[in-house]
């Protein structure tokens, strides 16, 4: 059974900068989507980005051009480049895979999380 590996996670200066990974292991041949998910402390869970085969990314209003998520088909690993990072980028990260029917995304592997804090 396929399952989802994140790693990358940690603490970071403002104005600093993390890259998660999350790693697909096993069989993951039904995945045209990957994406990551942020949750704060009493806050609801909120799409960080998203990319799904063939389409543009899609990002949180909140990124503002300060990260960049990518996918490694071959190794079905996706990426958030995170840059210019603030105290309220401080959150649980999770990522997502699954497929993107269009209409919305139906995601299938779940990762745990991996925490990511911005503090001096």
């Given at each position: 059974?396929?399952?989802?590996?994140?790693?990358?996670?940690?603490?970071?200066?403002?104005?600093?900068?993390?890259?998660?990974?999350?790693?697909?292991?096993?069989?993951?041949?039904?995945?045209?989507?990957?994406?990551?998910?942020?949750?704060?402390?009493?806050?609801?869970?909120?799409?960080?980005?998203?990319?799904?085969?063939?389409?543009?990314?899609?990002?949180?209003?909140?990124?503002?051009?300060?990260?960049?998520?990518?996918?490694?088909?071959?190794?079905?690993?996706?990426?958030?480049?995170?840059?210019n990072?603030e105290?309220?980028?401080t959150?649980?990260?999770?990522?997502r895979?699954?497929q993107?029917f269009?209409?919305?995304?139906?995601?299938?592997?779940?990762?745990?999380?991996?925490?990511?804090?911005?503090s001096?």
């Open positions: 059974q396929a399952q989802l590996m994140e790693s990358g996670g940690g603490l970071a200066r403002p104005g600093g900068s993390l890259t998660l990974s999350c790693a697909t292991l096993g069989s993951g041949s039904n995945i045209n989507a990957m994406g990551w998910y942020r949750q704060a402390p009493g806050m609801q869970r909120e799409l960080v980005a998203a990319v799904t085969d063939g389409s543009n990314p899609e990002y949180g209003n909140f990124v503002k051009g300060r990260f960049t998520i990518s996918r490694d088909n071959h190794k079905n690993t996706a990426y958030l480049q995170m840059t990072l105290p309220e980028d959150a649980v990260y999770l990522c895979a699954g993107d269009g209409s919305g995304y139906y995601w299938t592997l779940l990762g745990q999380g991996i925490q990511v804090t911005v001096s």
